[in-house]
């Protein structure tokens, strides 16, 4: 069972920055946030409260900022921690998938012998937009024979229904902007 936390006061600590990666663009930043000892707690915390119970195996993280989140929670879960990482990085041999990004195409690769089938895992990373990124991570869990536990998000940009992308998942984001 999970303990609702509010989340909303951790807004304060996200900062946006205009016309970040490209103009028109409104990049939520989330060091801001990670830097405070509070804030990063409370994410954290809240993030684990959601799936605690949950029977998850595995936390995935995606590169990078995944990276940060996935640890901590997985700790918290008593979980293993497996990155999702860009190509090239990983040293055994791995599954990949493309995908388009909202400016570019980029991959994502997994150890081939990282989720073992029928393990349950939850994917984190810090941000839903469009989706793309999460859909090719999902894939690369699929072939490996694992089942999805859920979805989470720090953030969650609403207004570019990326959720809409898995209707079949539980999709967790802990703060929501609706522009």
Not at 169 to 176: C, G, K, M, N
Request: with cysteine; glycine share 8%.
């Amino acid at each position: 069972m999970s303990i609702p936390i509010n989340c909303e006061p951790l807004k304060a600590l996200v900062r946006t920055v205009p016309d970040f990666p490209k103009p028109g663009i409104l990049f939520y930043d989330i060091t801001t946030l990670l830097k405070d000892q509070g804030g990063f707690a409370q994410m954290i915390d809240a993030l684990a409260a959601y799936y605690i119970g949950k029977d998850v195996d595995l936390v995935l993280g995606i590169e990078a900022r995944g990276f940060i989140f996935g640890p901590a929670l997985a700790y918290r879960l008593n979980a293993g921690f497996v990155p999702v990482r860009k190509p090239k990085k990983l040293p055994a041999k791995t599954a990949r998938v493309s995908y388009d990004l909202e400016y570019g195409t980029d991959a994502l690769e997994i150890h081939l012998d990282a989720i073992q089938p029928g393990q349950r895992v939850v994917i984190v990373d810090d941000l839903l937009a469009t989706g793309g990124t999460m859909q090719a991570t999902v894939q690369l869990v699929r072939q490996l024979g694992g089942e999805i536990a859920g979805l989470a998000f720090a953030v969650e940009l609403d207004f570019l229904k990326g959720r809409e992308k898995f209707p079949e998942y539980d999709v967790y984001s802990l703060l929501h902007y609706t522009e």
